[in-house]
């Protein structure tokens, strides 16, 4: 037997070396893409590149609630988004929160993407205090945490709230600015 001719067996070996060597290649450059499309993916708003503001107009009042747009803008420089419910809370002083965060209404979830400069908003309602406190107190603005985000932002805007139960509830997260008083979201 010549030993410089391959075996049957060298030969087989030979070719699942190189089938071995193509299908990893391809799984390395299919994880490269891969890491490609998600770093390319657009990415959660953060609070350094959201601000959030309180579209106030005249509010639209309704059995006892003024409704008002809590906006959110993108002020970074690249897309970002948004999906769920604001937190909210009342607070005075030196940001002590008054009574529990708000409410929530019920509405569907939808992700909305944020261009540099755009905005989206929530619906904000803020409950007839007087109806409903036994003891009532004025709270010095709001609290928001944008959906998604730990980072609170304050907004002054005082009103009347309850020292131990909250008057305030808000909506899911919504494309586009809200307009005052329009409460349907």
């Known amino acids: 037997m010549d030993t410089r001719t391959p075996t049957r067996w060298q030969r087989h070996a030979t070719a699942a070396i190189a089938c ?32 959030v503001w309180l579209g106030l107009g005249l509010g639209g009042g309704t059995a006892g609630t003024y409704y008002y747009p809590l906006e959110f803008s993108n002020v970074g420089h690249r897309s970002c988004t948004l999906y769920g419910y604001p937190g909210v809370s009342a607070y005075h002083g030196a940001l002590k929160q ?5 409410g ?4 569907a979830h939808v992700t909305v993407t944020l261009r540099p400069g755009a905005t989206a908003h929530a619906l904000l309602g803020v409950h007839d205090w007087g109806a409903i406190c036994s ?13 998604g985000q730990s980072l609170a932002q304050e907004i002054p805007f005082p009103f009347g709230a309850c020292a131990h139960q909250s008057v305030l509830s808000v909506g899911p997260v919504r494309a586009g600015v809200g307009i005052p008083g329009y409460t349907t979201s």
């Open 98 to 102: 008054i009574g529990p965060a708000a």
């Open 20 to 51: 071995w060597t193509v299908l990893a290649a391809t799984v390395l450059a299919c994880a490269a893409s891969a890491r490609g499309a998600t770093a390319s993916a657009t990415r959660t708003c953060s609070s350094a590149n959201t601000e």
């Open 135 to 147: 003891r009532s107190v004025t709270a010095d603005g709001l609290k928001v945490y944008a959906p």
């Open 104 to 107: 929530r209404y019920l509405g």
